[in-house]
């Protein structure tokens, strides 16, 4: 117990911080296991409650938490959190050890930990309670400027200042109504505007700390003591973003952006922020071009959308120049993955056995089933498998051949599908290769032909006659010979090319055509599962047909979600292959029109077709 009650003792007095945390924490463990094996079990685990309320996440909108996380999964498959410290059994007795080393320790550092504890476990309650602790985050916030001053910028003490302020910001906040609480609030905001308003911006901090406290403020606008207070954030910021243009252009960027927002809280000009961004990106675009960077691209673009923002005309139809000449300058780049020789071998392997012991109709069942593409839930073990990476933390976005921004992910649960996605078009690459190889195969070995290929169909449900009413008059169409186009002419181009290896083939009509048809097929199984396949517009008396990926969305449960899913990312997933899109709306050009994406068309095609429709009885 000496040993523990003069370390205690020892931190009380001394400077010790949140720099000496990793330090603070080891020591407390390794004492108690020192004392645990003394036999000294009361105070063994006193220094592991110590240990444990020090080391455990603190934050005001989530909690006590663990430092360190990760998930298992119980018998049953259902994963569950665990981590450590695990403080979530604490009762009576742990809360008033701690709540007496609060009361007793002069550590600002220490009683901020033990205090932020017991606030969020609920034991700290009255007004006066939380003015005390919301105090003692203000002085401990005071005193890392203080370090921060004396030591620099390498002790990263504007950080740590930064955060504590801000949670003894937000503490006092949540009981301003209250006469104490509120004086103290006052005086808070008041150091956070002069902090703001003097900082001296050649520091290497000043990105940090202005724009910290000005997105404080814009969040809590109305915390501020007067409209001068914003105004005077706001004149720091001007010059905050022009000192940081000088060396950091992304920083003076963000700084702009926090300091727009409050000027719209503040109800003063916003343009000036707006068009301040959009000269910086103008810069950053030029430097990257100089640099033969693409992404020379995308900052021209959101320039251009700042000034069509701001109804600049005269920028943004220069701007609109300028970005048609760079995307067609830059040649964006597609990730390819080299299969290894082992895999290559298997692969080949596969498709010989297939060819060779398979006749027409097993061939083109095996191409219903692709087994060669992996499943979704191997997909999504794979893409689990690579988060937690600090790429993981960013803003995602797709861009087309063009440079366009076609699609963004901002949120968490966007970065999942994006990683998702992303995995699956690694994993697809090598599914399709071994997908073209096989039916090139059976087409060599004359197994996978237009003919073999039309027995198979005339035998599904799509060689049955469709009656289409129009006007109120029926008529009797074939779904078959609608396909059967596109299919052919397909076929004519594979024989010559097997005809003369040095024929280049032309897949541009039969890819057009196929693509097209898949849409309708869907759009037929929607009509056969009595599923309407229009919609109505909102506000209009409007009434539309439904798009793809409606008709999609609207087949969830009735088509395999395999199917479905390999459809959707080939099909219209702007981060797959979107071939609907590109076709329809003539973004294809003659070189992207390989055999790869008719042969995935006609895989839809029969996997569509190898679907049987029954009557329910009810």
């Given at each position: 117990?000496?040993?523990?009650?003069?370390?205690?003792?020892?931190?009380?007095?001394?400077?010790?911080?949140?720099?000496?945390?990793?330090?603070?924490?080891s020591?407390l463990?390794?004492?108690?296991?020192?004392?645990?094996?003394?036999?000294?079990?009361?105070?063994?685990?006193?220094?592991?409650?110590?240990?444990?309320?020090?080391?455990?996440?603190?934050?005001?909108?989530?909690?006590?938490?663990?430092?360190?996380?990760?998930?298992?999964?119980?018998?049953?498959?259902?994963?569950?959190?665990?981590?450590?410290?695990?403080?979530?059994?604490?009762?009576?007795?742990?809360?008033?050890?701690?709540?007496?080393r609060?009361?007793?320790s002069?550590?600002?550092?220490?009683?901020?930990?033990?205090?932020?504890?017991?606030?969020?476990?609920?034991?700290?309650?009255?007004?006066?309670?939380?003015?005390?602790?919301?105090?003692?985050?203000?002085?401990?916030?005071?005193?890392y400027?203080?370090?921060?001053?004396?030591?620099?910028?390498?002790?990263?003490?504007?950080?740590?200042?930064?955060?504590?302020?801000?949670?003894?910001?937000?503490?006092?906040?949540?009981?301003?109504?209250?006469a104490?609480?509120?004086?103290?609030?006052?005086?808070?905001?008041?150091?956070?505007?002069?902090?703001?308003?003097?900082?001296?911006?050649?520091?290497?901090?000043?990105?940090?700390?202005?724009?910290?406290?000005?997105?404080?403020?814009?969040?809590?606008?109305?915390?501020?003591?007067?409209?001068?207070?914003?105004?005077?954030?706001?004149?720091q910021?001007?010059?905050?973003?022009?000192?940081?243009?000088?060396?950091?252009?992304?920083?003076?960027?963000?700084?702009?952006?926090?300091?727009?927002?409050?000027?719209?809280?503040?109800?003063?000009?916003?343009?000036?922020?707006?068009?301040?961004?959009?000269?910086?990106?103008?810069?950053?675009?030029?430097?990257?071009?100089?640099?033969?960077?693409?992404?020379?691209?995308?900052?021209?673009?959101?320039a251009?959308?700042?000034?069509r923002?701001?109804?600049?005309?005269?920028?943004?139809?220069?701007?609109?120049?300028?970005?048609?000449?760079?995307?067609?300058?830059?040649?964006?780049?597609?990730?390819?993955?080299?299969?290894?020789?082992?895999?290559?071998?298997?692969?080949?392997?596969?498709?010989?056995?297939?060819?060779?012991?398979?006749?027409?109709?097993?061939?083109?069942?095996?191409?219903?089933?692709?087994?060669?593409?992996?499943s979704?839930?191997?997909?999504?073990?794979?893409?689990?498998?690579?988060?937690?990476?600090?790429?993981?933390?960013?803003?995602?976005?797709?861009?087309?051949?063009?440079?366009?921004?076609?699609?963004?992910f901002?949120?968490?649960?966007?970065k999942?599908?994006?990683?998702?996605?992303?995995?699956?078009?690694?994993?697809?690459?090598?599914?399709?290769?071994?997908?073209?190889?096989?039916?090139?195969?059976?087409?060599?070995?004359?197994?996978?032909?237009?003919?073999?290929?039309e027995?198979?169909?005339q035998?599904?449900?799509?060689?049955?006659?469709?009656?289409?009413?129009?006007?109120?008059?029926?008529?009797?169409?074939?779904?078959?010979?609608?396909?059967?186009?596109?299919?052919?002419?397909?076929?004519?181009?594979?024989?010559?090319?097997?005809?003369?290896?040095?024929?280049?083939?032309?897949?541009?009509?039969s890819?057009?055509?196929?693509?097209?048809?898949?849409?309708?097929?869907?759009r037929?199984?929607?009509?056969?599962l009595?599923?309407?396949?229009?919609?109505?517009?909102e506000?209009?008396?409007?009434?539309?047909?439904?798009?793809?990926?409606?008709?999609?969305?609207?087949?969830?449960?009735?088509?395999?979600?395999?199917?479905?899913?390999?459809?959707?990312?080939?099909?219209?997933?702007?981060?797959?292959?979107n071939?609907?899109?590109?076709?329809?709306?003539?973004?294809?050009?003659?070189?992207?029109?390989?055999?790869?994406?008719?042969?995935?068309?006609?895989?839809?095609?029969?996997?569509?077709?190898?679907?049987?429709?029954?009557?329910?009885?009810?």
């Open positions: 117990m000496q040993d523990l009650q003069n370390y205690l003792n020892y931190l009380d007095t001394a400077s010790e911080d949140v720099k000496d945390h990793h330090a603070i924490t020591r463990g390794e004492m108690a296991v020192q004392l645990t094996g003394a036999g000294d079990l009361e105070n063994a685990r006193l220094a592991r409650i110590e240990q444990e309320v020090v080391a455990a996440s603190k934050q005001l909108d989530k909690g006590v938490g663990y430092q360190i996380s990760g998930t298992r999964k119980d018998e049953q498959g259902v994963e569950h959190e665990f981590g450590w410290p695990d403080t979530s059994g604490y009762g009576a007795a742990e809360y008033a050890y701690v709540q007496q609060y009361r007793a002069p550590n600002l550092y220490l009683k901020s930990e033990y205090g932020l504890f017991l606030y969020l476990r609920k034991q700290l309650r009255t007004n006066e309670e939380v003015r005390d602790l919301a105090a003692t985050l203000f002085r401990l916030g005071s005193s400027i203080d370090k921060h001053r004396v030591a620099g910028e390498r002790a990263h003490y504007a950080l740590h200042a930064i955060e504590v302020l801000r949670k003894a910001f937000q503490l006092a906040n949540t009981r301003k109504n209250d104490g609480v509120a004086e103290l609030l006052r005086a808070i905001v008041d150091y956070l505007v002069d902090l703001h308003t003097s900082w001296p911006l050649e520091s290497r901090s000043t990105l940090l700390v202005l724009a910290s406290i000005t997105r404080l403020f814009t969040e809590y606008y109305r915390s501020l003591n007067s409209p001068a207070q914003a105004d005077a954030l706001l004149e910021d001007w010059h905050g973003v022009h000192q940081l243009a000088q060396t950091y252009r992304h920083g003076a960027i963000e700084l702009a952006a926090e300091a727009a927002e409050l000027a719209v809280k503040a109800r003063r000009e916003r343009e000036r922020w707006l068009t301040f961004q959009a000269q910086q990106l103008e810069a950053l675009a030029q430097e990257a071009e100089a640099q033969h960077n693409m992404t020379a691209v995308t900052f021209t673009e959101r251009l959308r700042i000034y923002q701001v109804k600049d005309q005269p920028n943004s139809q220069r701007l609109e120049q300028e970005y048609q000449r760079l995307r067609t300058r830059f040649a964006l780049t597609q990730t390819r993955t080299q299969m290894p020789d082992e895999a290559t071998r298997a692969l080949m392997e596969y498709i010989d056995e297939v060819v060779r012991t398979k006749d027409a109709e097993g061939i083109l069942t095996e191409l219903c089933l692709t087994p060669m593409f992996h979704l839930d191997k997909v999504s073990e794979a893409a689990q498998a690579q988060r937690d990476s600090f790429m993981d933390m960013l803003p995602k976005s797709l861009e087309d051949k063009h440079g366009n921004t076609v699609q963004t901002y949120t968490e649960e966007e999942e599908q994006f990683q998702f996605l992303n995995t699956y078009s690694l994993l697809a690459q090598l599914s399709t290769q071994t997908l073209v190889k096989l039916m090139l195969e059976a087409f060599k070995a004359g197994k996978l032909t237009d003919t073999a290929i027995a198979f169909l035998r599904s449900w799509l060689g049955e006659p469709r009656m289409v009413e129009s006007s109120g008059q029926q008529t009797q169409t074939s779904p078959l010979r609608l396909i059967m186009s596109g299919i052919r002419l397909l076929f004519q181009e594979l024989e010559a090319w097997r005809q003369d290896p040095d024929y280049e083939p032309d897949f541009i009509a890819t057009d055509s196929l693509t097209l048809k898949v849409e309708y097929l869907l037929y199984i929607c009509v056969r009595n599923m309407p396949t229009f919609k109505m517009r506000g209009s008396e409007v009434t539309m047909e439904k798009l793809l990926d409606e008709l999609l969305a609207d087949l969830k449960g009735k088509l395999e979600e395999e199917d479905r899913f390999f459809i959707k990312f080939f099909l219209s997933e702007k981060a797959g292959y071939l609907r899109n590109r076709v329809a709306h003539g973004l294809m050009d003659d070189d992207e029109y390989g055999v790869e994406n008719v042969f995935l068309v006609l895989t839809m095609i029969l996997k569509l077709a190898s679907y049987e429709f029954r009557a329910v009885v009810v």
